[in-house]
Nanobody, 122 residues
Framework: QVQLVESGGGLVQTGGSLRLSCAAS????????MGWFRQAPGKEREFVGF????????AYADSAKGRFTISRDNAKNTLYLQMNSLQPEDTAIYYC???????????????WGQGTQVTVSS
């Protein structure tokens, strides 16, 4: 069994920052990649960024580049998403995911958290 639990969402003003956390438990040694995705009302779930758990290499969607940073603490089995310069269009439910690959495809992730709401007010 694997559990991913996100936290850190909330309401922030335009230009503000938030740091999301994703605590992983269970058979985490199978993870190669962990990713962050988001889903706004009425829209499909979209890729935000991912990280290779062992090497630390990251990749981001264009919308996240320069503003968002993914990191991980392997000792704590925790993934982070630091979000700066937040804009109203960043409002969404943010999900972390884990799986045997690291990429932008939602179908390549086997495990998902329940999501945490991020709301950016204008």
């Amino acid at each position: 069994q694997v559990q991913l639990v996100e936290s850190g969402g909330g309401l922030v003003q335009t230009g503000g920052s938030l740091r999301l956390s994703c605590a992983a438990s269970g058979r985490t040694f199978n993870f190669i990649g962990m990713g962050w995705f988001r889903q706004a009302p009425g829209k499909e779930r979209e890729f935000v960024g991912f990280i290779f758990v062992r090497g630390g290499t990251t990749a981001y969607a264009d919308s996240a580049k320069g503003r968002f940073t993914i990191s991980r603490d392997n000792a704590k089995n925790t993934l982070y998403l630091q979000m700066n310069s937040l804009q109203p269009e960043d409002t969404a439910i943010y999900y972390c995911a884990a799986g045997p690959r690291g990429n932008w495809r939602t179908n390549d992730y086997d495990y998902w958290g329940q999501g945490t709401q991020v709301t950016v007010s204008s």
